[in-house]
Nanobody, 124 residues
Framework: QVQLVESGGGLVQAGDSLRLSCAEA?????????MVWFRQAPGKEREFVAA????????AYADSVKGRFIISRDNAKNKVYLQMNSLKPEDTAVYYC????????????????WGQGTQVTVSS
């Protein structure tokens, strides 16, 4: 059973940067999984943000974050990261990481394991 724990969220101002981390808490090896970041703002559906293959060789981004966010992973540390730059108020949401055995899925239903989320709030 994969247990994911997100960290690094917080309250920042527009234009600031944050780095989110996703760690595995039950000794499962994340290197077998594609990993993703989704986000959900109040009253909105969960939205794809970025995904990375098990090796880190392929990535995918939502158009709304392309050029500002970078997803990466360190399989030796069993962690996945989301570097968020030039943050905007519309980036405010709870950010979730998830794991999938598929290649590079971007749909929420394709992910098998989810963390509890970390809140990111961007003030204007």
């Amino acid at each position: 059973q994969v247990q994911l724990v997100e960290s690094g969220g917080g309250l920042v101002q527009a234009g600031d940067s944050l780095r989110l981390s996703c760690a595995e808490a039950s000794a499962s090896i994340l290197s077998s999984y594609a990993m993703v970041w989704f986000r959900q703002a109040p009253g909105k559906e969960r939205e794809f943000v970025a995904a990375i293959t098990w090796s880190g060789g392929n990535t995918a981004y939502a158009d709304s974050v392309k050029g500002r966010f970078i997803i990466s992973r360190d399989n030796a540390k069993n962690k996945v990261y989301l570097q968020m730059n030039s943050l905007k108020p519309e980036d405010t949401a709870v950010y979730y990481c998830a794991a999938s055995r598929r290649f590079l899925p971007t749909g929420a239903s394709e992910y098998d394991y989810w963390g509890q989320g970390t809140q990111v709030t961007v003030s204007s």
